[in-house]
């Protein structure tokens, strides 16, 4: 694959990072009133075109305070009107093409004219961190994280869990910070900040399926994100699902649920953010991608589902789950082998409305097969996946939670049939037309 082809699509057409207005143009107008009209319509100009007063202005514009609003240069002025975003960046230090991808996604940042803060994570470092901390410091909001919450205009986390059980015998840690993931999950939605999950296949100490195989799936998935075949199947699933009322969702293995997503909007993940998706809110971005999603009601979902695969984050693998939804709240499951009690220890180690119903999604990934990797795994073509927890912020959902877990269900091979107001829209995990 071709790095810096990937880093340079990301940041230019997924995310559409680069400058934003000048924040400093109301505060120098507060400050000086009808002159600053005046500066803004020139686009170059010297000292001998001004006032004295004018003169006086233009020197504390070049405060950086106003942004700078005034730049000069080869002894002329010019009106800066825009000043570069803020980008949050994250990635895995575990995987050296991982790495590689993140300098080139930085710099990339910086070709746009962007501001970039740089950070390193890996499993390891957070259960450490999770370890070492005191119960009570475990509860606080960070000063500097809710300032990069309210300050940064984009966010990309690039790579994955090594180890995916990293929260094991740490839960009830998990659970004392879990109020400060919500309030800052809870800021970002209020800003609605631009946001990209990039997963990447670094090297993990659990497997699901041979590693080769973990890796060549995952890059093939990277890559059809892109391709004409999502955006179609996207666009089969957009329009059947469109001023749908009600959802029903059958297969052989007893799943039969109902839930209602009327008046919500049906939305598109093909890989890219554009203008059209910013002024809608919707703001979020997996690549892999390839899914069509909607935020169902969240007191509508009624009914038994069994789930082939759900990677929780930080506990593990859970293999056929079984849930039974009353009133859009889960009321009671069941999982193979430990997963039941792995399920149970992941929802109490969340608060607020974890255990309601968040989403529904619709994988339309040609390439994405299961890998035990659920960037992967809920963009399978003939798999659906419903979600519990968030989905507020871009899934214009109600539910406020410190969690949002996705939950797999192949319907290819299984009779799986996905009914819209009783019509069939999905039959056997294929199209339904």
């Known amino acids: 694959m071709n790095l810096e082809n990937i880093a340079k699509d990301l940041v230019k057409k997924s ?30 100009f010297t000292a001998k075109e001004l006032k004295q007063n004018e003169k006086n202005i233009i020197e504390k514009l070049k405060d950086p305070v106003y942004g700078p609003l005034i730049i000069e240069k080869n002894g002329k002025y010019q009106a800066k009107t825009k000043v570069g975003e803020c980008v949050k960046l994250v990635y895995s230090d575990v995987d050296p093409e991982c790495i590689k991808l993140a300098k080139l996604i930085k710099e990339e940042c910086w070709k746009q004219g962007a501001h970039v803060v740089f950070l390193t994570y890996s499993s390891a470092e957070s259960r450490k961190h999770l370890q070492l901390i005191p119960d009570e410091t475990a509860t606080e909001l960070p000063l500097v994280s809710k300032l990069m919450a309210e300050a940064c205009d984009a966010r990309i986390f690039l790579g994955g869990d090594e180890d995916l059980n990293w929260i094991r015998g740490l839960e009830y840690k998990q659970k004392l910070g879990a109020p400060v993931s919500q309030k800052l999950h809870e800021i970002m939605d209020r800003k609605k900040t631009r946001w990209c999950l990039f997963g990447w296949p670094v090297p993990r100490k659990q497997y699901f399926v041979n590693k080769y195989d973990y890796r060549r799936i995952f890059l093939q998935s990277i890559e059809q994100t892109f391709t004409p075949k999502v955006k179609q199947l996207c666009n089969y699933y957009k329009k059947a699902l469109a001023n749908g009322n009600v959802i029903k969702i059958t297969a052989d293995d007893g799943t039969d649920l109902t839930f209602g997503i009327k008046g919500r909007p049906i939305l598109v993940a093909d890989g890219i953010i554009d203008q059209e998706d910013v002024a809608k809110g919707d703001v979020g971005l997996n690549i892999p991608d390839g899914e069509v999603f909607v935020a169902p009601l969240e007191h509508s979902a009624n009914g038994y589902i069994l789930f082939d695969y759900v990677c929780i984050h930080g506990f593990g693998l859970v293999k056929n789950l079984e849930i039974k939804f009353k009133n859009g709240k889960v009321i009671w499951f069941n999982a193979d082998m430990e997963g039941k009690k792995l399920f149970k ?33 809920e963009k399978i073509f003939g798999s659906i996946h419903i979600a519990i927890g968030s989905n507020t912020g871009a899934y214009h959902g109600k539910n406020r939670s410190s969690s949002h877990q996705d939950m797999i269900k192949i319907m290819k091979g299984k009779n799986g049939k996905l009914f819209v107001d009783d019509k069939l829209v999905m039959d056997n995990g294929l199209p339904g037309e």
């Open 345 to 377: 220890k992941f929802l109490d180690s969340n608060t607020g409305e974890k255990d309601r119903i968040g989403e529904l999604g619709i994988g339309t990934n040609p390439a994405a097969k299961f890998i035990g990797e659920t960037i992967v795994d």
């Open 15 to 44: 995310m559409l990072i680069g400058q934003k207005p000048n924040p400093g143009i109301n505060l120098a107008r507060k400050k000086f009133g009808k002159a600053v009209e005046k500066i803004l319509k020139m686009e170059q």
